[in-house]
């Protein structure tokens, strides 16, 4: 007791000292602290706007319109994306035909605003395989319709007179039992009154059963007969 009597003020000095220097290094750790938050916050705050920058720079899908022609189920002008591939584009536009062939198509090619995806039959591919095609296949201005079709109308036509002749001659044959008074005087040796008889007599006897039954009529004999037989049918 008589230590701590003696010894009062120097130990309140040393509990003092003790005190402030615990106060002074919890300060300093705090302080450390917080610098250190402050140091790792901005370092998190960069690589988050690294990273959304990166984000950011990721170009975005833009839309398209694209022209489908040929051998396709619906052909037309389609929306797409810059993402989407010609396969796609013929898909947007039903499909492929049973006549297409993609051969000559890169359908794994990305899409370009107003780009031209021209779908061939196998024989206009036949036909680009020939050697007198100087145009390239691939090239969506290669082959047109109106190209197509002109070249269709400057080939010769076959020799179809023969034909056209036994049409006309089929055309040209009288129904006597249809025909009209008008009609039935453009034969030979048949005027109005003849044409009139076989009008009459269709009439109160029904049609004729074969063209020979036309000798029946009054005033039709067998000359007259021979002239328009073969011009005449039922």
């Known amino acids: 007791m008589q230590f701590l009597k003696k010894h009062k003020g120097k130990l309140f000095i040393f509990i003092f000292l003790l005190f402030t220097a615990f106060t002074i290094y919890d300060t300093y750790s705090m302080e450390n602290q917080a610098e250190n938050e402050i140091k790792t ?97 691939c090239n969506d201005a290669c082959i047109k319709e109106e190209d197509e079709k002109a070249k269709l109308d400057n080939e010769t036509p076959k020799d179809t007179t023969a034909n056209n002749d036994q049409v006309n001659q089929t055309n040209t044959k009288i129904n006597i039992n249809t025909a009209t008074s008008e009609q039935l005087q453009t034969l030979d040796g048949i005027g109005e009154a003849k044409a009139k008889a076989i009008i009459d007599y269709r009439k109160k006897n029904g049609q004729f059963k074969k063209i020979e039954d036309l000798k029946n009529v009054s005033g039709i004999g067998d000359s007259v007969y021979e002239k328009i037989k073969n011009n005449i049918t039922i």
């Open 41 to 137: 916050k901005p370092e998190i705050t960069e690589k988050e706007n690294i990273k959304k920058e990166n984000k950011e720079e990721k170009p975005k899908d833009t839309k398209v319109l694209v022209d489908v022609k040929g051998e396709v189920i619906t052909p037309g002008v389609y929306e797409l994306t810059t993402d989407n591939t010609v396969i796609d584009a013929i898909n947007k536009a039903g499909g492929l035909t049973k006549l297409s062939d993609t051969s000559n198509i890169n359908l794994s090619k990305k899409l370009e605003n107003e780009m031209v995806i021209i779908v061939y039959s196998k024989s206009e591919i036949k036909k680009m395989n020939e050697p007198k095609l100087e145009c390239p296949p």
